[in-house]
């Protein structure tokens, strides 16, 4: 939902992509692979925890999922926000970071808290419009246009994680229900639409489309993630989640070679 000029592309002080085709399917890619992954995680190697299941630290699943993916976003983020200029792998590790933290964090909110998916959404929903209002009080704007100095940087960063974790929580909420991950992902994907219809024959803040859109992705590659790997009696393929992570892998690293070469071709037209 945002175009570059060519001297954009190149220009050093543009720190995330162009907003195209290609960023969206990489984000939902991404947002799949975040789900399988963060589930790899927190429910296949160390153990689902529950509610009902014990509390000791070290058994808790989704805590120590979160500090593990927590840890890496906390890196990338640094990293991001240190380098001097735009670099594609860089950038989607650190999105690829804050979807899986965002898996384990909303599993942690919505079942280990015990608030179950709505309280969880609820609260995630309040992290994600308080971190955009704290950004917009701070620096006037919540434009990704915005985003090429070190405070607007951690603002991005910080609202990505949230509207991760929220999406996790919505998708989860949605595919519980008599819709199952299917008919969610069809909910979903009818929303996106909706969204591009609205930018493209409407007036509407394309800042709020954006990160409208932005939210959305989450869910859909939640349920879509969900599909792939949970069981067949749940609605799921039952498929290894390691290697749904894996295949998921291989397709982003593929997108981004394509899409960060037909940008430098863009560039140097």
């Known amino acids: 939902m945002r175009n570059y000029s060519t001297r954009d592309i190149v220009d050093v002080a543009i720190k995330v992509p162009a907003v195209t085709i290609g960023f969206w399917a990489i984000k939902i890619l991404a947002t799949t692979f975040g789900e399988t992954a963060g589930d790899s995680v927190s429910m296949s190697w160390l153990g689902e925890t529950t ?116 999406g996790t929580a919505l998708g989860d909420w949605i595919a519980d229900g008599p819709l199952g991950y299917l008919g969610s992902a069809a909910i979903f994907g009818s929303l996106l639409a909706l969204l591009v219809i609205a930018y493209y024959r ?17 869910p859909l590659g939640a349920v879509v993630g969900d599909f792939l790997d949970k069981p067949v009696a749940k609605g799921g393929l039952e498929l290894s989640r390691t ?24 560039a140097t037209a």
């Open 51 to 166: 509610a009902n299941a014990a509390t000791s630290f070290w058994q808790n699943g989704y805590l120590i999922g979160t500090a593990i993916f927590g840890t890496a976003l906390a890196v990338l983020m640094a990293l991001q926000i240190r380098a001097r200029q735009f670099n594609p792998w860089l950038y989607w590790a650190t999105i690829i970071a804050s979807t899986t933290a965002g898996t384990t964090m909303a599993d942690f909110a919505t079942r280990a808290l015990g608030i179950g998916y709505p309280g969880g959404s609820i609260l995630l929903l309040s992290m994600v419009l308080v971190s955009l209002w704290v950004w917009h009080r701070a620096l006037g704007t919540i434009s990704i246009d915005s985003v090429h100095e070190p405070r607007a940087e951690l603002y991005y960063w910080i609202t990505i994680t949230f509207s991760q974790t929220l």
């Open 202 to 218: 409407t007036s509407i803040s394309r800042v709020a489309l954006f990160w409208s859109a932005f939210i959305l992705t989450r």
């Open 243 to 266: 290697g749904a992570s894996l295949v998921l892998a291989v397709a982003i690293a593929g997108l981004i070679l394509i899409v960060h070469r037909r940008t430098r071709a863009l």
